[in-house]
């Protein structure tokens, strides 16, 4: 009898500590995509707000960064003329687990590349854990991973 209370009770405990239904996704989505607008223009501001001061990045192409360094990279960039390659990201499929102030936000970036009136999309499965620290979202660890390309079929001999 004691190993089955037992059981029941770590198994009560597992259960409890799994991702609750986000209370906070609504705020966290319309973060996540007021980010991803400002992104698109470049916006240092929304960037200082979105990232936090000990935020742990890895890119897609296997770069590990930090706030400053994303700052330092968008302060370095020439503004952009017109014709220039612009870009909009979007995000799909987003998912989020909430644990008190820490959440976990998951999404497929889409990003619709225009240069010069011909469109190319490039998708990445992000991940992103974000600390609500004084109030405020902010994201401490993101990942980044290109996704491949589907292949182009082969005509049929």
């Avoid at 991702?19 to 501001?45: H, S, V």
């Avoid at 990232?51 to 968008?74: C, F, N, P, Q, V």
């Avoid at 990201?89 to 644990?99: H, K, N, P, V, W």
Wanted: aromatic share 6%; charged share 25%; net charge positive.
């Amino acid at each position: 009898m004691k190993r089955i209370l037992s059981a029941m009770l770590l198994l009560s405990i597992a259960c409890g500590l799994r991702g609750q239904t986000a209370p906070d996704a609504a705020e966290l989505t319309k973060l996540l995509q007021d980010f991803l607008a400002g992104a698109g223009r470049n916006d240092a501001a929304m960037h200082e707000r979105f990232w936090a001061d000990d935020l742990i990045y890895t890119s897609a192409l296997g770069r590990r960064k930090g706030k400053a360094d994303i700052l330092r990279e968008l302060r370095e960039e020439r503004p952009p003329k017109p014709g220039d390659e612009t870009t909009v990201y979007t995000a799909e499929d987003i998912r989020i687990q909430q644990y008190g102030d820490t959440a976990i936000v998951a999404f497929r970036l889409v990003a619709t590349i225009d240069k010069a009136g011909a469109k190319t999309v490039a998708n990445y499965l992000n991940t992103g854990t974000l600390l609500k620290r004084n109030g405020k979202w902010q994201a401490v660890g993101w990942q980044a991973t290109a996704m491949p390309k589907a292949p182009t079929p082969t005509p049929a001999p």
